[in-house]
């Protein structure tokens, strides 16, 4: 049974920066591709990045390529999502998730974490 556990998230000013952990447990040829999703309170989730255990350029969405870093460590299981120059308007639950393939859409994923509320003070 492929796990999730998030970490990372808080508080911070607009600005600021944060980078999110998610370590994973019980990885799998079905877990290959690792994502980051968000979700406003009254909004759909939305995809921010996504990347692969296996190599290849990660992917992320054009409002946020600019801002927000996403790597992973494979003798750690874990990935990350580093996020620069932070708004408001990332304010989100973030959550990873795990799929077969690196794809955009919330769908494709099989595994989710539990999220980790960040919340960007103006």
């Known amino acids: 049974q492929v796990q999730l556990v998030e970490s990372g998230g808080g508080l911070v000013q607009a600005g600021g920066s944060l980078r999110l952990s998610c370590v994973v447990s019980?990885?799998?040829?079905?877990?290959?591709?690792m994502g980051w999703f968000r979700q406003a309170p009254g909004k759909e989730r939305e995809f921010v990045a996504a990347?692969?255990?296996?190599?290849?350029?990660?992917s992320y969405a054009d409002s946020m390529k600019d801002r927000f870093t996403i790597s992973r460590d494979n003798a750690r299981n874990t990935v990350y999502l580093q996020m620069n120059s932070l708004k408001p308007e990332d304010t989100a639950v973030y959550s990873c998730?795990?799929?077969?393939?690196?794809?955009?859409?919330?769908?494709?994923?099989?595994?989710w974490g539990q999220g980790t509320q960040v919340t960007v003070s103006s």
């Open positions: 990347i692969t255990w296996s190599g290849g350029s990660p």
């Open positions: 998730a795990a799929g077969p393939y690196r794809i955009k859409y919330p769908s494709g994923y099989t595994y």
């Open positions: 019980g990885r799998t040829a079905s877990a290959n591709a």
